[in-house]
């Protein structure tokens, strides 16, 4: 193994000095500590970050003894904090051509080097603990799943029968579950999976799995933390649960997915039906669906009020606006408010709903009707989309789909601090920002 010095990425503070792992884009690591001979394994702790870092665990970043490994997202740090691997494919397409499609792709394509690194150098520190941060959606419970059974096979030996059918089933779940995911990969992986009965079947039922799942992961993203502004958001969720009819559903949902995830990490993961049995626990459990049920019932509320409005008590504006940075380039914007973490959901099912809208046989001429327009016309502005989903009470979120190119990652990237995926045909963004920060960088175009 060898360390080359990596271009200092902008979120890490001017003197915190980060080494890469050679062929594995996204692994940045920063390990001090000495060697000490230990014949006793490290404890696993496993919590959620989200490109931040957890406030509440300032003191074990600052301890030497305990291990951080943060995948599929990365954070600013203080230059006290020691003992650090991030592990996040969003670097990759910071400074590679080819990024990494999804967190766990990255992972088992390297997953070879990562277990030389943990015993080669991790191992020989003798850390009391290891922390591992994942991101809390899908291609980040999947990671921590990767981590899992790298940690088992460095520090218990344990040995995976039929380990590459394993990964390669994790693989394409993973992909299947990040919002980047590339066809071409996903058919790759089925190639490499001798169980399946029917690969082009196994595809179409696989996507239908993960969808559920992700709707879940979507409903609690808001609300991970313990910080005021996800304890505000969870009386938010708890309000609409209840208007719904499913009162307490997101503390059932909560509680009954952590017992599920905290059952698979408590013992040696060596079998693709341990990880087809987690998911089909979460799609399964009755109070999951409930709040699954509760997040579809609020998306096609709010997707009604800009393709149907007829259907709906309140039709609402839609604009088209320009950023002040990228002139040549409309997008549609729709504003909406919702607790979830829906905006990306809405701007696809906006999309999908003007493909295939049905025209109203019978109009009021008082209504407003969708296909009072040219919907020919109408449709060009789907080509790029932007969702800001106003939070009253904290940072409100933007997310952007841009089918032709990549301003709209540039648009999160370079103006709001955010993030997303890109490649050659297209791209998307994501970012938390104040609403007013947003409104400064816009101009607006039409009013729809």
């Known amino acids: 193994m060898e360390d080359v010095c990596a271009v200092r990425l902008n979120f ?3 003197n915190f000095q980060c080494k890469e792992l050679r062929n594995i884009g996204g692994c940045l690591v920063n390990l001090k500590k000495s060697n000490k001979e230990s014949n006793i394994n490290p404890f696993y702790f496993w919590e959620i970050s989200s490109f931040t870092k957890p406030n509440h665990f300032s003191d074990q970043f600052k301890n030497e003894n305990i291990l951080k490994v943060i995948v599929d997202n990365s954070f600013s740090l203080d230059e006290s904090d020691k003992e650090i691997i991030f592990l996040d ?4 397409e910071e400074f590679y051509d080819t990024p990494y499609s999804s967190n766990t792709r990255m992972l088992i394509e390297s997953y070879d080097q990562i277990v030389s690194l943990f015993k080669q150098v991790i191992k020989e520190k003798g850390y009391e603990k290891i922390l591992t941060l994942y991101h809390n959606d899908g291609d980040g419970i999947m990671s921590a799943i990767i981590m899992k059974m790298i940690y088992q096979e460095v520090f218990e030996d344990v040995i995976i029968p039929n380990k590459n059918e394993l990964l390669y089933t994790i693989k394409l779940i993973g992909d299947t579950f990040d919002v980047s995911k590339n066809v071409d990969d996903i058919l790759d992986d089925l190639d490499g999976i001798s ?4 690969g082009d079947i196994f595809k179409k039922k696989i996507t239908t799995i993960t ?3 992700a709707s879940f992961f979507k409903t609690i993203k808001t ?3 313990e910080d005021g502004e996800s304890l ?4 938010q969720i708890d309000e609409l649960t209840k208007s719904y009819g499913k009162e307490n559903a997101l503390q059932k949902a909560k509680s009954r997915f952590e017992k599920y995830f905290s059952s698979l990490l408590d013992r040696p993961i060596i ?3 341990q990880i087809t049995t987690f998911l089909n626990l979460i799609n399964s459990d009755k109070h999951i669906n409930d709040l699954i049920s509760v997040y579809n019932m609020e998306k096609e509320r709010i997707v009604k009020q800009f393709v149907y409005p007829e259907d709906s008590d309140c039709a609402v504006f839609d604009v088209i606006i320009r950023f002040n940075k990228f002139p040549k380039d409309l997008f549609r914007l729709f504003v909406i408010s919702s607790p979830f973490d829906l905006a990306r959901s809405v701007s696809w099912s906006v999309a999908g709903k003007m493909n295939y809208y049905k025209k109203s046989p019978y109009k009021s001429n008082w209504a ?3 296909d009072d327009y040219d919907l020919k016309d109408m449709k060009k502005y789907n080509n790029r989309r932007c969702v800001l989903n106003v939070n009253p009470f904290g940072k409100s979120k933007l997310s952007l789909d841009d089918t032709k190119g990549d301003t709209g990652y540039k648009v999160a990237k370079e103006l709001f601090n955010g993030g997303g995926h890109k490649n050659e045909k297209d791209s998307i963004g994501s970012a938390e920002l104040d609403e007013s920060d947003f409104y400064r960088e816009i101009e607006i175009i039409e009013l729809l």
Not at 232 to 235: A, R, S
Request: hydrophobic share 45%.
């Open 271 to 273: 079998n693709v039906v």
């Open 368 to 370: 407003f009707y969708l």
């Open 89 to 92: 494919h969003h670097l990759t």
């Open 211 to 213: 969808k559920g799942a």
């Open 195 to 198: 169980l399946l009965n029917d």
């Open 223 to 225: 609300c991970c933390f």
């Open 232 to 235: 505000l958001i969870k009386e």
């Open 12 to 14: 890490f503070s001017e």
